[in-house]
């Protein structure tokens, strides 16, 4: 390696330290003064209540005793007694900090029950005594595994012990199944082919699954009691929907709940919820949930946000709803536009289905009618300012949007930043020491960057006020006349710096490319391309030159001002010399 | 293979703006001994350190057995023994540790050879570095550059702190060393008369530059030192190329030149001096002269002030 | 080589000793935690990892540091470059010494934690081994973090002031665990510490082979 690669490199290694611990540095700030603007978001600023929404029978009633209920961080309520009256999402900033920030991200995966990445290969949801179902990427074959438990000799229950009035000491032996996209067996075989890359439901209900195999662009759904996997729709090639997600759990959440009896259904809602009063056995019961225990209807998430109703019986799909998009600082989330899930940082979609259960006494519980009542949706914008909430009804008509706003109904996507002055000067100035050549990318392709990861961005800030205007839905004009307002500090630092940078090159002697590359890169990297600049530059000491009287460097042959050669006055050598 | 063991080209440096080297080029050829010889402060320990590529130069370049100094591979480093001027050995380690480094690290290892050392200088193998006297740490330095049998011996001052006996000692082991063929010693030293003893070559820093590099018997004809009695007053100034230096009392002048020759005897003739004697010079006296005056300007001590600058 | 690599570590053993330490005093916790308290819980283990890291990022940056340190003060390579030792095979030593101290502190936890865990694992789901555990991914970031703290303990240790290479890479390591912080223990995290320990190990090896001695 000559002298000159190796500084170049030497200057690059130390560009990219400075740049890390630089950038880890600014992140603290950023995030400190953002919770320190989302930390007095009043709660009534946080919520979004949509009374009635023709989804709960209860809307309205004066019998009805609680509200509640889903959150924009997938949260659910686990009591079957509650009574709904009303649909209200909540905006949990603790989600940016638990999901968006990386170290708690791998800690929110560790709770129990927990799906695991698929990169690990399995994911699957253990009850314990060898009650699970997982997909194994290996084999590519889905693993259900159940207990039995001896309720006589030779003869075994599904049903846990504890159910049937039985001693807890009985001893457990467990079945296991195998499903491919070829059938159910007991045993691995390659006959039942495999799933390579499957999108499922999150088995709650595990004899039932319904999946979408990537691959393939088909539906299937197993059943595991009946041992069989249908293969159902296939999505033409020209088709150009793309499921990312579906069926239950997750972003599929909501309550489950008893409906109310018939007398306390509110007048207005009598001839909706007439089934309420229908005569049914002892054993049945109607119950309230966002999902369809039968697994005859799943919901399925496309990547454009559009959210649609899978038949599995003559698997036929229809629209019934969308992400609404929700407000941010330069745009304002227009009524009908679907929001793409990897822009969102949280979602959740909140189907109303009412099931008649009927339990079948030591075996599971058996559905005997479906009815599906439209849905609930909510959208956590990419910077965790604002929820939007849409409903819709059982044809996927949206009925009505409600937004988080501030004080005189601004929204919250800019009600945040007045209640801190001082987070947000201090936010707006360390987003300003941004270098500028990723503000610039900021602007130009934050939106491109998953929503959450652009709360963990070091680089490029999808969430800064620079990127936001990026994604500004009005003209271009407009957004360009605000762009060097927003980024105004940040241009003057650097030129400032630049010009800096040049001067001491120019007294220090680098070479004129030397010169060039330092001042474009302190412009493009600002503070800390002059913070590697001082690093790195020789610390030769200067001496004076005895021709113009500026200060050279002496590992220089000549003066890299006049060009004239050296002359040590301080030296009088002899003007004798003894030499072979 | 070069016939120089040392080779530098235009070496030049500075330290903090202050230069100490200003275009050495030092040729030191293959088997023999080199005395480097100057004052404090002269450089000879910075060239040293460049040649083994402990300093980088300012500018220049340096050559050690046929490698550049600042990338001297292992292979050379394995034959060039060094022995600092300090001695610089790792203080807390004890002399045992030390050894067994060495002895690790070497190319070659003489242990026999070693061993007498050892017993000669009476070294504690226990001991730490740090409680050494002056004297032993040399006398550890010395041995462990000599085990390693080095093609290229680098002596910065070595009997710097030993006493009479020792010196005495080190001499005799530097003379069986370099009985062997092929040796090269680099040596620099202030004690004068071991040089003297000692070295084939000299050469002497002034003023940043390597004003004498040529063998020592050479040296010692081309300098003269010459008493010169004149009838009446000195001349104020005489003609004569490289005078290295002039001292006048009353009718007497004193002269040490370079490079004598006839033709500078032909132009001390032509002034007609009542007689002139040479005064014979032993490397101690040449090197006074060589290095006596920073400003190099002649002075009449009759008057007392510089009649000229040379 | 191997005779400068035992020297590193003879010269160095304070922080040898404190990394076997580390390594003992963790895999008995953790291991403890996860066997006879919590199985695989996360909380208490992910704080208890969380500790180790911060230790071993202590220990390890005053290694680097330490090394680079004494070196200079000690002029130890000015005499190691007078034997048959160039400076690359000094720097070399020392990187491996640095690797081994890292390794000693985590490597035993990890082997560990993993015979512990398989102890215990959820053997009623076949094939799947740590469910909830810290996985390898977890293991090789504290190791590549501990790494690049000594690698940043290294560049500021070669100084004659003791404040810059004790402060400083204390600092300047703290400021480094927000990578884990910020991006948790997934490829970005990888995309940000590899270049950046090359970067620090480049700048080091500049340094001490560029330094008069």
């Not at chain 3, 090359?198 to 080091?204: P, S, V």
């Given at each position: 390696?000559?002298?000159?690669?190796?500084?170049?490199?030497?200057?690059?290694?130390?560009?990219?330290?400075?740049?890390?611990?630089?950038?880890?540095?600014?992140?603290?700030?950023?995030?400190?003064?953002?919770?320190?603007?989302?930390?007095?978001?009043?709660?009534?600023?946080?919520?979004v209540?949509i009374?009635?929404s023709g989804l709960l029978?209860?809307?309205?009633?004066?019998?009805?005793?609680?509200?509640?209920l889903t959150y924009a961080d997938a949260g659910i309520?686990?009591?079957?007694?509650?009574?709904?009256?009303?649909v209200?999402f909540?905006l949990n900033?603790?989600f940016i900090?638990?999901e968006a920030?990386?170290?708690?991200r791998?800690?929110m995966s560790?709770?129990?029950r927990r799906q695991l990445s698929t990169k690990d290969g399995f994911y699957c949801f253990d009850?314990?005594?060898?009650?699970y179902l997982l997909f194994n990427k290996h084999n590519g074959l889905f693993v259900y595994s159940?207990?039995?438990?001896?309720?006589?000799?030779?003869?075994?229950?599904?049903?846990?012990?504890?159910?049937?009035?039985?001693?807890?000491?009985?001893?457990?032996?467990?079945?296991?199944y195998f499903a491919g996209p070829n059938g159910v067996s007991?045993t691995a075989s390659a006959s039942l082919g495999r799933f390579t890359e499957p999108i499922t439901d999150k088995m709650f209900f595990k004899e039932k699954l319904g999946l979408y195999e990537v691959k393939q662009r088909r539906f299937y759904l197993i059943d595991f009691d009946e041992r069989k996997v249908t293969a159902g729709l296939e999505l033409a090639s020209g088709d150009k929907r793309e499921p990312v997600a579906m069926g239950e759990g997750d972003y599929f959440t909501g309550p489950g709940?008893?409906?109310?009896?018939?007398?306390?259904?509110?007048?207005?809602?009598?001839?909706k919820?007439?089934f309420?009063?229908?005569?049914?056995?002892?054993?049945?019961?109607?119950i309230g949930g966002s999902f369809d225990y039968s697994k005859r209807h799943i919901t399925v998430l496309d990547k454009s946000g559009q959210i649609y109703e899978v038949n599995t019986v003559d698997w036929s799909i229809r629209d019934v709803g969308f992400l609404p998009v929700p407000r941010s600082?330069f745009s304002y989330g227009q009524q009908n536009a679907f929001a793409a899930p990897r822009d969102l940082l949280n979602y959740q979609i909140t189907p109303v289905y009412y099931t008649l259960i009927?339990?079948?006494?030591?075996?599971s519980?058996e559905v005997k009618d479906v009815k599906y009542f439209g849905m609930c949706t909510s959208s956590l914008s990419r910077e965790g300012t604002a929820l939007a909430v849409a409903v819709f009804d059982p044809n996927g008509k949206l009925v009505c949007r409600g937004d988080t706003?501030?004080?005189?109904?601004?929204s919250?996507a800019?009600?945040?930043?007045?209640?801190?002055?001082?987070?947000?000067?201090?936010?707006?100035?360390?987003?300003?020491?941004?270098?500028?050549?990723?503000?610039?990318a900021s602007y130009l392709c934050g939106d491109r960057i998953e929503a959450s990861a652009g709360h963990r961005a070091?680089?490029i800030l999808p969430n800064?006020?620079?990127g936001m205007l990026g994604r500004y839905d009005g003209t271009k004009?407009?957004r360009?006349?605000?762009?060097?307002?927003?980024?105004?500090?940040?241009?003057?630092?650097?030129?400032?710096?630049?010009?800096?940078?040049?001067?001491?090159?120019?007294?220090?002697?680098?070479?004129?490319?030397?010169?060039?590359?330092?001042?474009?890169?302190?412009?493009?990297?600002?503070?800390?391309?002059?913070?590697?600049?001082?690093?790195?530059?020789?610390?030769?000491?200067?001496?004076?030159?005895?021709?113009?009287?500026?200060?050279?460097?002496?590992?220089?042959?000549?003066?890299?001002?006049?060009?004239?050669?050296?002359?040590?006055?301080?030296?009088?050598?002899?003007?004798?010399?003894?030499?072979? | 293979?070069?016939?120089?063991?040392?080779?530098?080209?235009?070496?030049?440096?500075?330290?903090?703006?202050?230069?100490?080297?200003?275009?050495?080029?030092?040729?030191?050829?293959?088997?023999?001994?080199?005395?480097?010889?100057?004052?404090?402060?002269?450089?000879?320990?910075?060239?040293?350190?460049?040649?083994?590529?402990?300093?980088?130069?300012?500018?220049?370049?340096?050559?050690?057995?046929?490698?550049?100094?600042?990338?001297?591979?292992?292979?050379?480093?394995?034959?060039?023994?060094?022995?600092?001027?300090?001695?610089?050995?790792?203080?807390?380690?004890?002399?045992?540790?030390?050894?067994?480094?060495?002895?690790?690290?070497?190319?070659?290892?003489?242990?026999?050879?070693?061993?007498?050392?050892?017993?000669?200088?009476?070294?504690?193998?226990?001991?730490?570095?740090?409680?050494?006297?002056?004297?032993?740490?040399?006398?550890?330095?010395?041995?462990?550059?000599?085990?390693?049998?080095?093609?290229?011996?680098?002596?910065?001052?070595?009997?710097?702190?030993?006493?009479?006996?020792?010196?005495?000692?080190?001499?005799?082991?530097?003379?069986?060393?370099?009985?062997?063929?092929?040796?090269?010693?680099?040596?620099?030293?202030?004690?004068?008369?071991?040089?003297?003893?000692?070295?084939?070559?000299?050469?002497?820093?002034?003023?940043?530059?390597?004003?004498?590099?040529?063998?020592?018997?050479?040296?010692?004809?081309?300098?003269?030192?010459?008493?010169?009695?004149?009838?009446?007053?000195?001349?104020?100034?005489?003609?004569?190329?490289?005078?290295?230096?002039?001292?006048?009392?009353?009718?007497?002048?004193?002269?040490?030149?370079?490079?004598?020759?006839?033709?500078?005897?032909?132009?001390?003739?032509?002034?007609?001096?009542?007689?002139?004697?040479?005064?014979?010079?032993?490397?101690?006296?040449?090197?006074?002269?060589?290095?006596?005056?920073?400003?190099?300007?002649?002075?009449?001590?009759?008057?007392?002030?510089?009649?000229?600058?040379? | 080589?191997?005779?400068?690599?035992?020297?590193?570590?003879?010269?160095?053993?304070?922080?040898?000793?404190?990394?076997?330490?580390?390594?003992?005093?963790?895999?008995?916790?953790?291991?403890?935690?996860?066997?006879?308290?919590?199985?695989?819980?996360?909380?208490?283990?992910?704080?208890?990892?969380?500790?180790?890291?911060?230790?071993?990022?202590?220990?390890?940056?005053?290694?680097?540091?330490?090394?680079?340190?004494?070196?200079?003060?000690?002029?130890?390579?000015?005499?190691?470059?007078?034997?048959?030792?160039?400076?690359?095979?000094?720097?070399?030593?020392?990187?491996?010494?640095?690797?081994?101290?890292?390794?000693?502190?985590?490597?035993?936890?990890?082997?560990?934690?993993?015979?512990?865990?398989?102890?215990?694992?959820?053997?009623?789901?076949?094939g799947v081994?740590?469910?909830?555990?810290?996985?390898?991914?977890?293991?090789?970031?504290?190791?590549?973090?501990?790494?690049?703290?000594?690698?940043?303990?290294?560049?500021?240790?070669?100084?004659?002031?003791?404040?810059?290479?004790?402060?400083?890479?204390?600092?300047?390591?703290?400021?480094?665990?927000?990578?884990?912080?910020?991006?948790g223990?997934e490829l970005d995290?990888?995309l940000?510490?590899?270049?950046?320990?090359?970067?620090?190990?480049?700048?080091?090896?500049?340094?001490?082979?560029?330094?008069?001695?």
């Amino acid at each position: 390696m000559n002298a000159r690669t190796g500084k170049f490199i030497n200057a690059v290694a130390a560009g990219f330290i400075v740049l890390v611990l630089y950038l880890l540095v600014l992140f603290s700030g950023r995030y400190y003064c953002f919770e320190a603007l989302m930390e007095p978001m009043p709660q009534e600023w946080k919520k979004v209540t949509i009374c009635p929404s023709g989804l709960l029978p209860g809307e309205g009633s004066p019998n009805q005793t609680k509200d509640i209920l889903t959150y924009a961080d997938a949260g659910i309520s686990n009591d079957p007694n509650t009574k709904l009256s009303a649909v209200q999402f909540e905006l949990n900033d603790f989600f940016i900090r638990s999901e968006a920030i990386g170290i708690s991200r791998r800690y929110m995966s560790y709770l129990p029950r927990r799906q695991l990445s698929t990169k690990d290969g399995f994911y699957c949801f253990d009850y314990g005594d060898n009650y699970y179902l997982l997909f194994n990427k290996h084999n590519g074959l889905f693993v259900y595994s159940y207990p039995l438990y001896p309720i006589g000799p030779n003869s075994f229950s599904k049903v846990p012990p504890k159910t049937l009035g039985l001693s807890t000491k009985t001893i457990v032996k467990s079945k296991i199944y195998f499903a491919g996209p070829n059938g159910v067996s007991e045993t691995a075989s390659a006959s039942l082919g495999r799933f390579t890359e499957p999108i499922t439901d999150k088995m709650f209900f595990k004899e039932k699954l319904g999946l979408y195999e990537v691959k393939q662009r088909r539906f299937y759904l197993i059943d595991f009691d009946e041992r069989k996997v249908t293969a159902g729709l296939e999505l033409a090639s020209g088709d150009k929907r793309e499921p990312v997600a579906m069926g239950e759990g997750d972003y599929f959440t909501g309550p489950g709940w008893m409906p109310p009896a018939a007398k306390d259904v509110n007048d207005e809602w009598k001839t909706k919820y007439t089934f309420l009063s229908d005569t049914i056995e002892p054993n049945e019961r109607w119950i309230g949930g966002s999902f369809d225990y039968s697994k005859r209807h799943i919901t399925v998430l496309d990547k454009s946000g559009q959210i649609y109703e899978v038949n599995t019986v003559d698997w036929s799909i229809r629209d019934v709803g969308f992400l609404p998009v929700p407000r941010s600082l330069f745009s304002y989330g227009q009524q009908n536009a679907f929001a793409a899930p990897r822009d969102l940082l949280n979602y959740q979609i909140t189907p109303v289905y009412y099931t008649l259960i009927r339990t079948k006494g030591n075996r599971s519980p058996e559905v005997k009618d479906v009815k599906y009542f439209g849905m609930c949706t909510s959208s956590l914008s990419r910077e965790g300012t604002a929820l939007a909430v849409a409903v819709f009804d059982p044809n996927g008509k949206l009925v009505c949007r409600g937004d988080t706003k501030g004080d005189g109904g601004i929204s919250t996507a800019s009600a945040v930043y007045s209640r801190s002055p001082m987070a947000r000067t201090t936010l707006f100035l360390l987003e300003n020491l941004q270098p500028v050549v990723f503000e610039i990318a900021s602007y130009l392709c934050g939106d491109r960057i998953e929503a959450s990861a652009g709360h963990r961005a070091l680089f490029i800030l999808p969430n800064s006020f620079v990127g936001m205007l990026g994604r500004y839905d009005g003209t271009k004009f407009d957004r360009e006349v605000f762009l060097p307002l927003l980024m105004g500090p940040s241009l003057i630092l650097s030129v400032w710096l630049a010009f800096r940078v040049r001067k001491d090159a120019t007294i220090i002697g680098l070479s004129g490319t030397a010169k060039k590359w330092w001042t474009v890169g302190t412009i493009a990297f600002g503070l800390s391309a002059y913070i590697t600049y001082r690093l790195t530059r020789p610390k030769e000491t200067l001496v004076t030159c005895q021709n113009c009287g500026n200060m050279r460097r002496p590992d220089m042959e000549t003066c890299h001002r006049c060009g004239s050669k050296w002359e040590i006055p301080e030296l009088t050598p002899p003007n004798w010399r003894i030499c072979d | 293979m070069s016939e120089y063991a040392i080779q530098t080209e235009n070496i030049v440096k500075y330290f903090d703006g202050r230069c100490v080297l200003d275009g050495i080029d030092l040729k030191v050829p293959q088997g023999g001994i080199y005395g480097l010889l100057g004052r404090n402060g002269a450089g000879k320990t910075t060239i040293i350190r460049i040649l083994l590529g402990l300093e980088p130069a300012t500018r220049g370049e340096a050559s050690v057995l046929g490698a550049s100094s600042w990338q001297l591979p292992a292979s050379v480093l394995g034959q060039i023994g060094y022995v600092a001027e300090g001695h610089n050995l790792i203080p807390n380690y004890s002399v045992r540790r030390i050894v067994e480094l060495y002895k690790g690290l070497s190319a070659r290892w003489n242990e026999q050879f070693f061993r007498r050392l050892l017993e000669t200088f009476r070294l504690p193998m226990e001991r730490k570095v740090s409680q050494l006297s002056r004297g032993m740490r040399a006398q550890l330095n010395l041995s462990l550059a000599m085990a390693t049998e080095p093609k290229l011996l680098i002596l910065d001052d070595p009997t710097l702190g030993l006493d009479t006996v020792a010196r005495r000692q080190f001499l005799e082991l530097a003379i069986e060393l370099i009985s062997q063929d092929g040796r090269t010693i680099l040596f620099c030293s202030h004690i004068l008369s071991d040089v003297e003893r000692l070295a084939d070559r000299i050469g002497i820093l002034r003023a940043g530059k390597l004003v004498v590099d040529c063998e020592l018997e050479e040296l010692k004809k081309r300098v003269r030192k010459l008493r010169v009695i004149f009838d009446g007053q000195p001349p104020r100034e005489l003609p004569i190329t490289e005078i290295i230096a002039e001292k006048r009392q009353g009718r007497e002048m004193t002269i040490t030149v370079a490079n004598w020759n006839e033709n500078k005897q032909a132009i001390l003739n032509i002034f007609k001096p009542a007689s002139y004697t040479e005064i014979p010079m032993a490397l101690e006296e040449i090197f006074i002269e060589c290095t006596a005056s920073g400003t190099d300007a002649a002075v009449d001590y009759e008057q007392g002030e510089p009649i000229c600058s040379r | 080589m191997f005779t400068l690599i035992i020297r590193e570590i003879q010269d160095n053993w304070v922080f040898f000793i404190a990394a076997a330490i580390l390594a003992c005093a963790f895999s008995f916790l953790i291991g403890w935690q996860i066997y006879f308290i919590n199985g695989m819980q996360s909380l208490p283990i992910t704080i208890l990892l969380m500790v180790n890291a911060v230790c071993g990022i202590l220990i390890f940056c005053g290694l680097g540091a330490a090394q680079m340190y004494w070196d200079k003060m000690k002029r130890i390579s000015a005499l190691l470059t007078t034997l048959p030792v160039t400076r690359n095979q000094i720097f070399t030593a020392r990187i491996a010494a640095g690797l081994l101290a890292v390794a000693i502190g985590f490597l035993p936890t990890v082997v560990t934690i993993t015979a512990v865990s398989n102890l215990i694992g959820p053997s009623s789901i076949p094939g799947v081994g740590l469910v909830n555990g810290p996985t390898s991914e977890v293991w090789i970031l504290i190791f590549l973090l501990c790494f690049a703290s000594y690698c940043v303990g290294l560049q500021t240790g070669w100084t004659s002031n003791r404040i810059i290479p004790t402060l400083g890479s204390l600092l300047l390591s703290m400021i480094l665990t927000c990578v884990i912080w910020i991006k948790g223990f997934e490829l970005d995290a990888y995309l940000i510490l590899i270049p950046f320990i090359a970067c620090c190990l480049f700048r080091a090896w500049r340094t001490f082979s560029t330094a008069a001695l």
